[in-house]
């Protein structure tokens, strides 16, 4: 290198050498970067760097958010009170169903009694604003304004008004960041509604996600919902993931290739409600527990 | 500061809380949401590109490395990909900085276009080897754009610096 060759004379103080201070620093980076990929155990390092820089971020947001208020003030008062009126009549629409849910929840809470069968964990969760996208152009992550101050913690699933959207993989002070489904190789445990097959799904990175190791003769139909299973300990049974559009059955691969297209608007912005963390499972009874999803009961049973 | 050959200009040194400015403001333009957009040159990469090949002395790899960290953990990155990719960049310019001044402002240009596309290319590789996703050619494409505006970066860095124009008869200079 042109500036390095010649050797300052010693009377000149000019610290370290480049060459030792790039190696120096060049074997620090090399370290945090297996560190943080293979271990994932600096995030205090990460933490108290985002103290710095989360007000940075927060600032360089408000620019964009001005605009965004000034776009909201200057629609006016018509969309407002259109939107007001259409959501009191969807309201009205959904609340037969929402009445007779908690009635229905009410009435299945006693037959699971009588049953003997554990209750089914309720959902409830807090609601957080998606403040931006990660800057990181290789995967797909959201931030959300609660953070450990609101007592959110990593892998609480979070979801929107119409499936899943993603997980909580890192949580900040002020701030969390949560993993879409789509991001490639995320892995979300689901069932089939139509003929309660339970599989993973994978995120592709592509904005899709992959339905893995499913036989090319499976039932599965374009078109097929497809719900979480509850199996992991982390989601709950019943959200929406993904719909299947395309099925491509090849002679020479043992599995499809099935592509599904999330259900939620996982990447547009909006506002997320993160779930709880789910109670931990009794361990696996050491016989095949059968079919049922309840894994609680027949451990009972055994301690009984 | 050091003489260029196409400017005999004499420049007035350096004032340190402007470096420090503008390397925050650039870390701050590199928050902004606008960053998602192809084309959107790394600022951080750019102003650190300039101020190392103008004052290496001041502006070198311990900076690259602390900005580095700041961009790792505000984009949400793997620690260490920008440090690696910014500690690389300053020692590069600087060792290439005294060249690099004899040049005029374009040719200057073309000169930093390979260390920034050297840059990205690194986090590139960096992330695909750890098996990220590709994120498409649009990534490749900020530092072109860094590289078009390095005469008005220039320009701006500089604009502290310069005197006025003041001709004096008895002193011709």
């Known amino acids: 290198m042109a500036g390095t060759d010649h050797a300052p004379p010693p009377f000149f103080k000019r610290g370290p050498a480049p060459l030792a201070l790039l190696t120096f620093y060049i074997a620090i980076s090399l370290a945090l970067f297996v560190v943080d990929l293979r271990l994932r155990s600096i995030d205090l390092l990460r933490q108290s760097i985002a103290l710095v820089t989360d007000p940075m971020q927060r600032a360089a947001q408000t620019p964009g958010s001005l605009v965004d208020h000034a776009g909201g003030y200057l629609r006016g008062l018509h969309n407002l009170l259109d939107e007001n009126a259409r959501l009191k009549q969807a309201q009205l629409q959904l609340a037969p169903n929402l009445l007779r849910l908690e009635h229905l929840e009410g009435e299945n809470e006693r037959l699971r009694k009588l049953l003997a069968v554990t209750e089914r964990e309720k959902a409830n969760g807090a609601v957080a604003r998606i403040m931006y996208t990660a800057r990181d152009p290789f995967s797909r992550r959201i931030i959300i304004d609660k953070g450990q101050q609101s007592g959110i913690v990593a892998g609480q699933p979070a979801i929107d008004e119409a499936g899943v959207v993603g997980q909580v993989t890192r949580v900040f002070p002020f701030s969390a960041e949560v993993t879409l489904i789509t991001d490639k190789d995320q892995v979300v445990p689901i069932q089939v509604v139509r003929s309660g097959q339970r599989s993973v799904v994978f995120g592709l990175g592509s904005g899709q996600l992959e339905l893995r190791y499913i036989p090319a003769n499976a039932d599965i139909k374009e078109g097929d919902l497809l719900v979480t299973s509850g199996l992991d300990g982390v989601y709950l049974p019943g959200f929406p993931v993904a719909r299947v559009v395309s099925i491509e059955r090849e002679n020479s691969y043992a599995f499809a290739r099935i592509r599904c297209v999330p259900v939620a608007a996982v990447e547009n912005f909006g506002e997320v409600l993160v779930l709880s963390p789910r109670q931990p499972q009794p361990p696996a009874p050491p016989e095949s527990p059968g079919r049922t999803g309840n894994t609680g009961a027949p451990s009972k049973a055994a301690a009984k | ?173």
Do not use: K
Request: net charge positive.
């Open chain 2, 1 to 173: 500061m050091q003489p260029t050959f196409s400017s005999s200009r004499i420049l007035l040194p350096v004032r340190p809380w402007f470096i420090i400015f503008s390397l925050f403001a650039a870390l701050l333009l590199n928050f902004l949401p606008t960053a998602h957009w192809p084309g959107v040159p790394d600022w951080v990469a750019l102003v650190l590109c300039f101020w190392s090949i103008r004052e290496p002395r001041r502006v070198g790899m311990g900076w690259a490395f602390a900005l580095g960290l700041a961009m790792d953990v505000a984009d949400g990155a793997v620690l260490g990909q920008h440090c690696f990719a910014y500690v690389l960049l300053a020692y590069a310019t600087a060792a290439q900085a005294r060249r690099i001044l004899w040049f005029p402002l374009a040719q200057q240009a073309l000169q930093i276009l390979p260390m920034l596309l050297g840059c990205q290319l690194i986090q590139l590789l960096m992330r695909m080897l750890t098996g990220a996703e590709f994120p498409g050619w649009g990534y490749l494409t900020g530092p072109l754009i860094a590289t078009l505006l390095w005469i008005p970066v220039t320009f701006l860095l500089l604009l502290p610096q310069y005197q006025p124009v003041e001709r004096d008869e008895n002193r011709p200079l």
